[in-house]
């Protein structure tokens, strides 16, 4: 694996780290927010947040499993923002009970990603949850920009924090 085990776990405790930032930063007045009737909602989109990441963890450690899916699907549903974030929260202490036992050889494993191709493990955690992570977190940015959340930019996306105040 090109991460070491170390180094995939900091950089997915970054992410739900900068989420929480990005979503400190929404107008609840906008959680029903959406660019297009097709599209998630803000609130949506922080719902499926709460368990993408951790199910895709756990479906390289066994195998995608549609019903354990279908179920996290419909307790997010059931969450409010505020629930949202406590779950998406306790994801940094999640990533690292699920990675703790996995050895470097298990990130090698093969395994059957979802277009049916062989890949690693390893490879299957960065690429569906690393990337996943980063594509929806540059989402949600973009619903902010989108709602007038003119102050953001590419510090508070890449970094997780409010830019310097000017002097």
């Not at 955690?125 to 980063?134: D, E, N, R, S």
């Not at 920009?145 to 003119?150: D, I, T, W, Y």
């Amino acid at each position: 694996m090109v991460l070491t085990k170390a180094e995939l776990l900091t950089a997915l405790q970054n992410e739900v780290r900068t989420l929480l930032h990005l979503a400190g930063k929404i107008d609840r007045a906008q959680l029903d927010y959406r660019p297009s009737p097709q599209q998630r909602s803000t609130i949506d989109l922080l719902r499926y947040l709460t368990f993408m990441g951790p199910a895709l963890v756990q479906a390289a450690m066994t195998e995608f499993d549609r019903s354990s899916w279908a179920a996290e699907i419909q307790a997010a549903a059931g969450r409010d923002f505020d629930e949202s974030l406590a779950v998406i929260a306790d994801q940094a202490d999640q990533y690292a009970t699920l990675l703790a036992n996995m050895s470097d050889e298990d990130f090698r494993t093969s395994m059957t990603g979802f277009d049916g191709m062989a890949t690693s493990r390893g490879a299957f955690i960065a690429k569906m949850v690393l990337g996943g992570c980063a594509a929806y977190r540059m989402q949600l940015f973009l619903y902010l920009k989108a709602c007038g959340r003119e102050d953001l930019n590419t510090i508070n996306l890449w970094r997780g924090v409010d830019a310097p105040a000017a002097v």
